[in-house]
Nanobody, 120 residues
Framework: VQLQASGGGLVQAGGSLRLSCTAS????????MGWFRQAPGKEREFVGT????????YYVNSVKGRFTIARDNAKNTVYLQMNNLRSEDTAVYYC??????????????WGQGTQVTVSS
């Protein structure tokens, strides 16, 4: 499985961006998808996840109510809608995929990352 993230860019604080992550292969609908981010000088941080069915979205507290994860299994794509962006959301955002057989805390496949910069 190869993951390709896109949609990053420069946005003013309070603005919105939608990231997309498209997967190759025919197993996308069986994968749990996650979003992570890494700000300069910081460790990679979990942002949120969505189950293979599109249910059970879960978010880190700092983005709850502002970010929404959705997926379209017919398009092999997962989205991260980011609203009311803040300067502290500035980071490289990565999508990741986990097979059903993999431990919940682990991810098997990673995308290349897309830069999100929020100006204040």
């Amino acid at each position: 499985v190869q993951l390709q993230a896109s949609g990053g860019g420069l946005v003013q604080a309070g603005g919105s961006l939608r990231l997309s992550c498209t997967a190759s292969g025919r197993t996308f609908s069986t994968l749990t998808m996650g979003w992570f981010r890494q700000a300069p000088g910081k460790e990679r941080e979990f942002v949120g996840t969505i189950a293979w069915s599109g249910g059970d979205p879960y978010y880190v507290n700092s983005v709850k109510g502002r970010f929404t994860i959705a997926r379209d299994n017919a398009k092999n794509t997962v989205y991260l809608q980011m609203n009311n962006l803040r300067s502290e959301d500035t980071a490289v955002y990565y999508c990741a995929a986990r097979k059903r057989s993999t431990t919940v805390s682990q991810y098997d496949y990673w995308g290349q990352g897309t830069q999100v910069t929020v100006s204040s």
